[in-house]
């Protein structure tokens, strides 16, 4: 039978933000997992007389999920943990201690279960139904991934998952030694989820190769990663040009794309996150091997790393979609109203990334860099039902004509009310349907407790 959500603002999203029908008065019919009509209320009340259930969005919008291309879930357990931040002078230093020593190299699949079901509750509850989620933690392997995929599969989020393949040594600088085996340990848990969680199909989970970056792995493994994600079909997901692009260059006499074009690593399945330091030559690189890029503003804010050339990306007509990393709030909103703010101050040009392509950076453009651009990012007759349930606070009228803006503007993930993902209620009357809230943010919080002691904190 058929669930009918009708009399909301309906915004489609199809083809994208800018040519995308919004329906005032309008409806949307689900049947199983599956979006079955897109129209006005009138219409589809008579052709599905006998839905159940039927929601009345009156006052509210009715739109697509947003879609996250970067994120590590984990990194939840780290979040206002007081360490000493004078330590931090530079995103080298952040990298080494806030992400691997103090993080990755002491987190466990106890820790990776529990943060990854905080995490994922909270952006379903933001309005957040599909994330590309790259794992990390070399002492939690074998087994990372099992975690996260079962954490994943209880909350009801959609996800691309994969473990980071390195050659990095927990405890040893990446810049005196690396070992093949540790990428080896990575690839068979990367391969672990793939036989259960394969790429393609309409599973809700998917499987889609980590690797971490390709400053920190040999070509032999980067050329194993090529193989294994095109035997598989699953895509490759890696941080490509955070690092200063010296590092590179230094290493292998080149930058990061150009090593990872001529080792073939690069091609229209790769999500490529961060993407900061590059010079025209790389621009060209990513654009020609029609790399998906995934723009984490926020996150290099933090970082100090710099600011992406999305504007010129996006002129070139590359495929730009949102990451965040899992700092800060896991909320949308957040990050969608950064990225079109920020490259306005950065260039000095209020012009530059209007509303709608904030927004087709976690819709369209985002359902595309992961494969799924004909099952997710729209309101449309075949597509997954991933949807969401928003009602506005706004000091205006919120309208056709107007509600573009209101994201950018006045949105904020408290305003979803209601979330479906692959026709299920997972949020109801702002509250999780799946798993026990209160659970799982003590399971997590504990967690991290653990974590926070392993590095000398006492809580």
């Not at 943990?81 to 987190?107: A, C, H, N, Y």
């Not at 790393?305 to 709030?329: Q, W, Y």
């Amino acid at each position: 039978m058929a669930m009918l959500i009708k009399n909301g603002l309906v915004v489609t999203f199809s083809p994208d933000a800018l040519q995308g029908a919004v329906i005032e008065n309008g409806a949307v019919a689900v049947e199983g997992g599956t979006i079955a009509a897109v129209g006005e209320t009138r219409d589809l009340v008579y052709r599905f007389p006998h839905a159940a259930p039927v929601l009345d969005a009156s006052g509210r919008i009715v739109m697509p999920g947003f879609i996250v291309t970067h994120t590590h879930m984990p990194y939840v357990l780290g979040h206002n943990m007081p360490v000493d931040f004078s330590k931090l002078r530079s995103f080298w230093d952040m990298l080494q201690k806030m992400g691997w020593e103090w993080l990755e190299d002491i987190t466990t699949p106890e820790g990776i279960f529990a943060a990854t079901q905080y995490a994922a509750m909270k952006m379903l509850k933001t309005g957040t139904t599909t994330v590309c989620e790259l794992v990390e933690g070399p002492h939690a392997i074998p087994g990372a991934l099992s975690a996260s995929a079962r954490a994943i599969e209880q909350v009801g989020i959609r996800a691309q998952l994969g473990f980071e393949v390195t050659e990095r040594i927990p405890g040893i600088s990446i810049l005196e030694n690396q070992d093949l085996g540790q990428a080896d340990k990575a690839f068979e848990e990367n391969l672990g989820l793939l036989a259960r969680y394969p790429a393609g199909g309409k599973n809700r989970i998917q499987g889609r190769l980590g690797v971490h970056t390709a400053f920190t792995n040999s070509f032999d493994t980067l050329k194993k990663a090529r193989r294994i994600a095109d035997d598989s079909r699953c895509g490759i997901q890696i941080h490509v040009a955070e690092i200063p692009r010296a590092f590179l260059v230094e290493k292998y006499g080149k930058s990061a794309p150009m090593v990872l074009e001529e080792q073939g690593v690069l091609g229209p399945d790769v999500v490529a996150a961060h993407c900061i330091d590059l010079s025209d030559e790389d621009l060209e690189i990513l654009r020609r091997n029609r790399v998906n890029v995934s723009h984490t503003p926020m996150t290099n804010s933090l970082g100090g790393n710099g600011v992406a050339r999305i504007p010129e990306m996006l002129k070139a007509g590359m495929n730009v979609s949102i990451g965040h990393d899992c700092f800060f709030t896991l909320d949308a909103s957040e990050y969608i109203r950064y990225a079109y703010l920020v490259h306005k101050a950065h260039n000095a040009n209020p012009g530059l990334i209007p509303p709608f392509q904030a927004l087709d950076m976690a819709m369209g453009n985002a359902a595309r860099a992961l494969g799924l651009g004909d099952r997710i990012g729209s309101l449309a007759p075949g597509k997954c039902a991933d949807i969401l349930i928003v009602r506005p606070d706004s000091p205006a009228p919120v309208v056709p004509g107007s509600v573009m803006s209101w994201f950018t503007m006045t949105f904020q993930g408290r305003d979803v009310e209601t979330v479906i993902v692959d026709g299920q209620i997972v949020v109801k009357e702002r509250r999780m349907t799946t798993v026990n809230e209160d659970d799982v943010r003590a399971a997590c919080v504990e967690q991290a407790r653990l974590l926070w002691r392993r590095n000398g904190i006492s809580v």
